[in-house]
């Protein structure tokens, strides 16, 4: 039962912290009228989707992430050639509000003839020609081709990505991250309301985990027992001095009074060293004492944790470039086995670490890597330069050769992870 909370929780915190960066982009599209196709988490082939609106939300098999498809990013449309026969269904305004290209002879209650001409993104017009009479049909901006069974809303102009201004653009795209910003801001403010603020000079010393095989375990301390006194020292709320003692005591006896709720215990333990270290070790940490966080310390601790945690990541950055190494990257195996770990933990330890995979997956998005936000964002401030957008197939190109490098970098680090895994 403990490693299907630990399954859960480790799924659930990913599934979040995808969710959230993707909802940015989803939701600040739709408030600039762009058409999102698919909401979706994950890459490959769909395990479940369902449609809201003008939106197909789907969970994918492959947990690397997910995307909010808009239209106009991709070539999406099936184009009508002149002369071709197709089949439209009016509405009840007299608008065409699906057009067939496929299986005419089975379509009820449609209008079938030749296209002249069609225009689903400006006029929002298609002229058929049927048995010689040529009719002009308006449009329903919400309209569906339909083939088979795959059914495309076509996208007019106003409502794809490239129509809207480079602000309107820049600002879906840069949501994504900031969402996970926001996310790793809550995350560090929920993990102080539960974990506490350290209690300055504290009167006491409380032991929190004991380790397996050490001295301590083996006399029989456990977790919340109160260090009264080390070889009649009296050790209060000095931790260090109970650390001077017992490095100092290698090899040698020494009586520990405790204090286990209320009754007052004796023990005597023999400190040893770890393996390449110095000095005398029982193997306890202490547990600190807290006091309640107060509204205003969450806020500003948040901040001071968000700040400090972005200074470690960008640390972690350069180390990487300076000295690249394979073992120093972890893919989703990696990143899941840590996660399992420090789940294990509890809640706490866990929403302490969400929040810094949260605020590490909003930065590195924002670098200049092509296929990430980073890189929209460059191409969007080059088109504000310049007064033009790129082409279009220069772009996508440049996003296809990052994606498939990406996605081959995430093929090795998996590898390494999964014989990392299995060498334990």
């Known amino acids: 039962m403990e490693m299907v909370r630990v399954v859960f929780l480790t799924v659930f915190m990913f599934f979040v912290l995808v969710t959230v960066h993707e909802w940015g982009h989803y939701y600040f599209a739709k408030r600039a ?29 492959l947990p690397f992430g997910g995307y909010a498809r808009m239209a106009g990013e991709d070539p999406e449309i099936i184009e009508i050639g002149s002369g071709q026969t197709i089949a439209v269904r009016l509405g009840q305004d007299n608008k065409v509000k699906n057009i067939y290209l496929d299986s005419l002879d089975t379509r009820r209650n449609v209008i079938r003839g030749e296209a002249q001409y069609t225009d689903l993104e400006d006029e929002l017009k298609i002229r058929l020609d049927v048995d010689g009479e040529v009719t002009v049909y308006d449009v329903h901006p919400q309209a569906m081709m339909i083939k088979g069974t795959q059914q495309t809303q076509i996208a007019p102009k106003d409502r ?34 539960m974990a506490g603020i350290p209690i300055e000079n504290p009167t006491y010393v409380k032991i929190g985990d004991v380790s397996a095989n050490m001295p301590a375990q083996e006399a029989g301390l456990k977790k919340g027992d109160i260090v009264v006194s080390v070889n009649g020292v009296a050790i ?19 009586k520990w009074t405790l204090q286990r709720g209320e009754e007052t215990y004796n023990v005597t333990m023999i400190p040893r060293s770890m393996e ?57 195996v990696g990143t899941a086995k840590m996660t399992g770990q420090i789940a294990q933990q509890g809640i706490q330890y866990l929403t302490y670490w969400a929040a810094i995979l949260s605020l590490y997956l909003g930065i590195f998005n924002l670098l200049p890597i092509p296929a990430l936000d980073g890189s929209r964002l460059v191409f969007l401030g080059i088109e504000a330069l310049r007064g033009k957008p790129v082409d279009p197939s220069h772009e996508g190109m440049v996003h296809f050769v990052g994606f498939a490098m990406l996605f081959l970098v995430m093929i090795a680090v998996t590898y390494n992870d999964i014989l990392r895994l299995i060498s334990g």
């Open 33 to 61: 009228g762009i058409l999102v196709r698919e909401f979706a988490i994950g890459f490959g082939p769909k395990l479940f989707s369902y449609k809201r609106g003008e939106t197909q939300f789907t969970l994918r098999l």
């Open 160 to 193: 794809q990505f490239g129509s809207k201004t480079v602000g309107q653009r820049a600002v879906a795209i840069f949501a994504g991250p900031v969402m996970n910003f926001l996310l790793a801001f809550v995350l560090f403010a929920l993990h102080l309301q």
């Open 236 to 254: 209060g709320g000095d931790y260090q001095k109970m650390i001077s003692l017992t490095s100092a005591s290698k090899g040698k006896e020494m």
């Open 276 to 332: 390449g270290e110095e000095g005398g070790k029982v193997g306890i940490t202490p547990e600190l004492p807290t006091r309640k966080a107060g509204f205003g310390e969450t806020i500003t601790k948040s901040g001071v944790a968000m700040v400090d945690t972005t200074k470690a990541i960008f640390q972690g950055f350069k180390k990487l470039i300076n000295n690249f190494n394979m073992n120093d990257i972890s893919g989703p």
